[in-house]
T-cell receptor, first 114, second 113 residues
Framework: DVKVTQSSRYLVKRTGEKVFLECVQD?????MFWYRQDPGLGLRLIYF???????EKGDIPEGYSVSREKKERFSLILESASTNQTSMYLC?????????????FGNGTRLTVT | AQSVTQLDSQVPVFEEAPVELRCNYS??????LFWYVQYPNQGLQLLLK??????LVESINGFEAEFNKSQTSFHLRKPSVHISDTAEYFC???????????FGTGTRLQVFP
């Protein structure tokens, strides 16, 4: 069974801090994604990676960066956290599109920026 | 560009009643269609998907969805809901030319005894 693990369930950070959200998948998936989930807005794609060291901006990349040095790990970085980045962050992985693989999600990291 | 509209943000219903959660999409290219479910304090899980073939697809727990190309809809239905179906449901599309999913804003289904 595919497992997507997000390192923290809850995080509280101060404005201006550098924040790292980590995600690991154990099924050798090519694709990895970071979404943020906000009430009434659904899931919005922040960044997407289709291979090691490859990344593509999603719909709301401003204020975020990502790192994918190894296939199984995809990190989301908030260079200088702000209160409007308080949200639930969801990581997901999938095989590349030719396999019509669904997304497999982690349980999420609820980040509060004070 | 693609978009997904879930008009109902909340759907309250009594146990054993039928339910329909609506989903409409807009896309200039062909898409695959998905429904995901999120139980409290959990990530999203795939409920069902339409890739090709029969326009009616079913899940293992009694939900079904029908792809209607002319109305660009993919509504989710269940003839008789249980308390355990209480969750948030997300409709999503994936254009055939990308690996990215675009999600709707979600519908919170609340089942009352």
């Amino acid at each position: 069974d595919v497992k997507v693990t997000q390192s923290s369930r809850y995080l509280v950070k101060r404005t201006g801090e550098k924040v790292f959200l980590e995600c690991v998948q154990d099924m050798d998936h090519e694709n990895m994604f970071w979404y943020r989930q906000d009430p009434g807005l659904g899931l919005r794609l922040i960044y997407f990676s289709y291979d090691v060291k490859m990344k593509e901006k999603g719909d709301i990349p401003e204020g975020y960066s990502v790192s994918r040095e190894k296939k199984e790990r995809f990190s989301l970085i908030l260079e200088s956290a702000s209160t409007n980045q308080t949200s639930m962050y969801l990581c997901a992985s999938s095989r590349m599109s030719s396999y019509n693989s669904p997304l497999h999600f982690g349980n999420g990291t609820r980040l509060t920026v004070t | 560009a693609q978009s997904v509209t879930q008009l109902d943000s909340q759907v309250p219903v009594f146990e054993e009643a039928p339910v329909e959660l609506r989903c409409n999409y807009s896309s200039s290219v062909s898409v695959y269609l998905f429904w995901y479910v999120q139980y409290p304090n959990q990530g999203l899980q795939l409920l069902l998907k339409y890739l090709s073939g029969s326009t009616l697809v079913e899940s293992i727990n009694g939900f079904e969805a029908e792809f209607n190309k002319s109305q660009t809809s993919f509504h989710l239905r269940k003839p008789s809901v249980h308390i355990s179906d209480t969750a948030e449901y997300f409709c999503a599309v994936r254009p055939l030319n990308t690996d990215k999913l675009i999600f709707g804003t979600g519908t919170r289904l609340q089942v009352f005894p």
